[in-house]
């Protein structure tokens, strides 16, 4: 999971697409939390709480939204084309990987915040839950190998 650390993870409702886009890259992620501007914190800290958290954008929100659409990425807000944080689905640390997988097949998304106590922890990628089961998977396939040369 990838967690938010400062700027990292976070794009402010006010910015254009092409330098969400931008950032997107070069932090190697598929989506970006979208802060309300008003809430940054007098020092310019992004909030982490959840309320200053108004939607996610996603590369998917870019194709289909700006692309697929003819809209100038850079001339769009963020806040024109990302989901908005009222049809966000969400995890919380308690969370399975396998009740994540359920939640992002269920709602046909590959990222979902991560949410603790009120506060934004994180974002969890499909790409994460294969990484966990896969990791997974190989230390069962160890372990009966053990089991089947007795060294177990």
Known sequence: MKKSDGQKLWVSDECMVLDAVRKMASNDVG???????????PGGEVPKN??????IITERDYLKKVILQGLASATTKVSRIMTPSEELAVLTPEHSVLEAMDLMIKYNVR????????????VMSMKDVVK???DDQKHEIDSLKDYIHGSW
């Open 31 to 41: 989506s970006l939390l979208v802060y309300d501007k008003d809430k940054v914190g």
């Open 50 to 55: 959840l309320d200053a958290c108004v939607g």
């Open 111 to 122: 990222h979902v915040p991560v949410i603790d106590q009120h506060c934004m922890v994180g």
């Open 132 to 134: 966990v089961l896969l």
